[in-house]
């Protein structure tokens, strides 16, 4: 094999080509560099610097001082760390937003089912029943009582079911009526948007 370096006025290569002994002649010219050392045309063409005299490259050697450079980044570990990183930024990823979210979902399963197994149960009823689950799945102390508390996500829930256009007016009355009418599938996909 023979080895073509092309070094920049730097000493630093700037291109490269290998011939195959018998193969076509290598350009000679300026700061080219032919050799049959097979070394040299093994390494990181990066790591050889040349040197030079009266416009010539009389010599080449592995720079002592060469650093390869570092393996490019597994680009998908670089992404589910971006992710990651912008999900530990939501501020629904705190730990009281954790535990409302836990609440909240818990009140309206139990809600939902309280209803429809109760379907005439007024608000106060169906309050009592939601916080009486609540304080018996979630550790609760004087100083920390539910963080979902009713009848206030029932009325969130009846609002936003009157926004979305499920029921004429934000009532509780309009909201049990809609759950008690509605089957269980069809309240996940109102819930959905609620």
Not at 78 to 107: C, E, F, G, S, Y
Not at 176 to 183: E, G, K, M, N, T
Request: one cysteine or more.
């Amino acid at each position: 094999m023979v080895y073509e370096l092309i070094f920049g006025v730097s000493g630093r290569v700037v291109g490269s080509t290998i011939w195959t002994v018998g193969g076509p002649a290598p350009g000679v010219s300026g700061l080219t560099y032919v050799t049959t050392d097979a070394t040299l045309g093994e390494v990181d063409p990066a790591s050889l610097v040349a040197t030079i005299e009266d416009g010539q490259v009389v010599g080449v050697a592995i720079d002592p001082e060469y650093t390869p450079p570092a393996p490019p980044a597994d680009q998908t570990q670089v992404r589910l760390a971006a992710l990651q990183a912008a999900v530990d930024l939501i501020p629904l990823n705190t730990i009281h937003n954790r535990r409302w979210i836990a609440q909240k979902t818990r009140a309206k399963t139990v809600g939902i089912a309280y209803i429809k197994t109760n379907p005439g149960a007024d608000q106060a009823t169906v309050s009592a029943a939601v916080l009486a689950d609540l304080e018996a799945e979630f550790p609760m102390s004087a100083e920390l009582g539910p963080v979902v508390v009713c009848p206030g996500i029932l009325m969130s829930y009846a609002k936003s079911a009157a926004a979305a256009g499920f029921i004429a007016e934000a009532t509780f009355e309009n909201l049990r009526a809609l759950i008690v009418a509605s089957s269980n599938d069809d309240l996940v996909q109102m819930l959905a948007v609620l």
